[in-house]
């Protein structure tokens, strides 16, 4: 059983900069494929970000050129650095584990789900 935990959440500018990251316990992350999700309000969640456990990584094209994920195996912490925000990336944002190891858009293959941390970008 995988516990994932974010952080880094809080109340940013447009145009600023953020770095979330998820911290596992129960299991080492460097065998599971890893995903960043988002629900805004009223809205269904969606994909932003994906790394294998080989480091492959892949993007929404939200997001592409602004967001960088990336893995930490030896603290066993995925994070996601956020630049140039903007208010419609308002959002909770959610960290998610594959035991599979790969990469995926689809938040139905994911396995374990962290609770969120809210990011609020005002303009």
């Known amino acids: 059983q995988v516990q994932l935990v974010e952080s880094g959440g809080g109340l940013v500018q447009a145009g600023g900069s953020l770095r979330l990251a998820c911290a596992a316990s129960?299991?080492?992350?460097?065998?599971?494929?890893m995903g960043w999700f988002r629900q805004a309000p009223g809205k269904e969640r969606e994909f932003v970000a994906a790394?294998?456990?080989?480091?492959?990584?892949y993007y929404a094209d939200s997001v592409k050129g602004r967001f960088t994920i990336s893995r930490d195996n030896a603290k066993n912490t995925v994070h996601l650095q956020m630049n140039s925000l903007k208010p419609e990336d308002t959002a909770v944002y959610y960290c998610?584990?594959?035991?599979?190891?790969?990469?995926?858009?689809?938040?139905?293959?994911?396995?374990?789900w962290g609770q969120g941390t809210q990011v609020t970008v005002s303009s």
């Open positions: 998610a584990a594959k035991q599979d190891g790969r990469r995926s858009y689809s938040g139905y293959e994911y396995d374990y």
């Open positions: 129960g299991s080492t992350l460097s065998t599971y494929g």
């Open positions: 790394i294998s456990s080989g480091g492959s990584t």
